[in-house]
Nanobody, 125 residues
Framework: QVRLVESGGGLVQAGGSLRVACAAS????????MGWFRQAPGKEREFVAT????????YYADSVKGRFTISRDNAKNTVYLQMNSLKSEDTAVYYC??????????????????WGQGTQVTVSS
């Protein structure tokens, strides 16, 4: 069982930056690939980014490529999402998720085994 807790959401102006973090419980964090998803009001949850358990391989949704960076610190059991050049359409609840396949860069939410409670990111225009 893995418990995920997101933090760092908030209100930011368009063009600004924000970093959200996700802390995981347990001692096997590197065995999990981690992902970030988001859900805007009235829309389905969508994939944002994912990172392998080790090695640093990443994959991004086209909508955030070049603006967002996913990273992880396995010593701290934490995954981060650095968001730059934020747009109003980035407004959503951001969720982190853990996938038991350490090298599985999964873009589908069904591929993840554990989820956090989400953190709100609001971008004002």
């Amino acid at each position: 069982q893995v418990r995920l807790v997101e933090s760092g959401g908030g209100l930011v102006q368009a063009g600004g930056s924000l970093r959200v973090a996700c802390a995981a419980s347990g001692r096997t964090f590197r065995r999990y690939a981690m992902g970030w998803f988001r859900q805007a009001p009235g829309k389905e949850r969508e994939f944002v980014a994912t990172i392998a358990g080790v090695g640093g391989a990443t994959y991004y949704a086209d909508s955030v490529k070049g603006r967002f960076t996913i990273s992880r610190d396995n010593a701290k059991n934490t995954v981060y999402l650095q968001m730059n050049s934020l747009k109003s359409e980035d407004t959503a609840v951001y969720y982190c998720a853990a996938n038991q396949g350490a090298w599985s860069l999964n873009t589908r939410d069904i591929g993840y085994d554990y989820w956090g409670q989400g953190t709100q990111v609001t971008v004002s225009s």
